[in-house]
C-alpha cells in the first residue's frame, strides 16, 4: 500500500510521517517462565495537526489461521518529535504501568529507552525497557526488551507489521 504524507502534517513530524496509518502481523516473544509465544498485533499512530502522534497498540492472541480470537494487551500514548532529532513518548497500559521513553530517530529508525516507569499499586512487574523501531522493506519492524525487579534487560516481543487501510 502507497504512502502519501497527509495534508496539514505538522512540520515537527515529518521525521515520523512514514509510521502514519495502521499497521498490522504477527509477532513472537520469550520470556523466563512464560516460554515462547506468538501474537497478532495492530498498531495505529495518527494525527490531528498537532506536533505528535497518537499511538495505540493492541495485541492478541491468535489461532492456527493468524486469525484474532483474544485480546491480550494494549497500550496507548503520544510521540513527540522535537527539533534536535530527540523523541519524547508517553505510553499507559491497562496492566497498570505508564512510561515515559526518550530517544532518537535517526531516518527510518527509533530508538527508545525508559526514562521512567511507574506502576499502580496493583501493576505488574515491570522495571525498564528498549524499544527499537524502524522502516524495513515498506514493513515496520519493531523490538521490544524489557526488565523486571527480578529479570534484567532482555529481549521480550518483537514483530513485523505490514501497512493496512486504516
Same mark, same amino acid.
Given at each position: 500500500?502507497?504512502? *502519501?504524507?497527509?495534508?496539514?502534517? %505538522?512540520?515537527?513530524?515529518? +521525521?515520523?510521517?512514514?509510521?502514519?496509518?495502521?499497521? *498490522?502481523?504477527? +509477532?513472537?516473544?520469550?520470556?523466563?517462565?512464560?516460554?515462547?509465544?506468538?501474537? $497478532?498485533?495492530?498498531? !495505529?499512530?495518527?494525527?490531528? $495537526?498537532?506536533?505528535?502522534? %497518537?499511538?495505540?497498540?493492541?495485541?492478541?492472541?491468535?489461532?492456527?489461521?493468524?486469525?484474532? =480470537?483474544?485480546?491480550?494487551?494494549?497500550?496507548?500514548?503520544?510521540?513527540?518529535?522535537?527539533?534536535?532529532? !530527540?523523541?519524547?513518548?508517553?505510553?499507559?497500559?491497562?496492566?497498570?504501568?505508564?512510561?515515559?521513553?526518550?530517544?532518537?530517530?535517526? +531516518?527510518?529508525?527509533?530508538?527508545?529507552?525508559?526514562?521512567?516507569?511507574?506502576?499502580?499499586?496493583?501493576?505488574?512487574?515491570?522495571?525498564?525497557?528498549?524499544?527499537?523501531?524502524?522502516? =524495513?522493506? %515498506? !514493513?515496520?519492524?519493531?523490538?521490544?526488551?524489557?526488565?523486571?525487579? !527480578?529479570?534484567?534487560?532482555?529481549?521480550?516481543?518483537?514483530?513485523?507489521?505490514?501497512?493496512?487501510?486504516?
Amino acid at each position: 500500500m502507497a504512502f *502519501e504524507i497527509p495534508e496539514g502534517l %505538522h512540520p515537527d513530524l515529518m +521525521g515520523l510521517a512514514w509510521m502514519i496509518g495502521r499497521w *498490522e502481523g504477527t +509477532g513472537k516473544g520469550s520470556w523466563p517462565g512464560q516460554g515462547e509465544f506468538e501474537y $497478532g498485533q495492530q498498531v !495505529d499512530f495518527a494525527q490531528n $495537526g498537532g506536533p505528535y502522534l %497518537h499511538y495505540l497498540s493492541q495485541t492478541f492472541e491468535v489461532d492456527e489461521n493468524g486469525t484474532a =480470537v483474544k485480546p491480550l494487551s494494549m497500550e496507548t500514548g503520544f510521540w513527540r518529535p522535537q527539533s534536535t532529532g !530527540d523523541i519524547e513518548v508517553v505510553m499507559c497500559s491497562p496492566e497498570g504501568w505508564s512510561e515515559v521513553w526518550l530517544g532518537k530517530v535517526t +531516518g527510518a529508525k527509533i530508538e527508545l529507552t525508559t526514562d521512567a516507569v511507574v506502576r499502580t499499586a496493583t501493576g505488574s512487574d515491570y522495571t525498564a525497557g528498549h524499544r527499537l523501531y524502524g522502516n =524495513v522493506e %515498506h !514493513d515496520l519492524l519493531w523490538a521490544f526488551d524489557r526488565a523486571t525487579s !527480578d529479570q534484567p534487560l532482555q529481549p521480550y516481543m518483537w514483530a513485523r507489521l505490514q501497512r493496512r487501510a486504516g
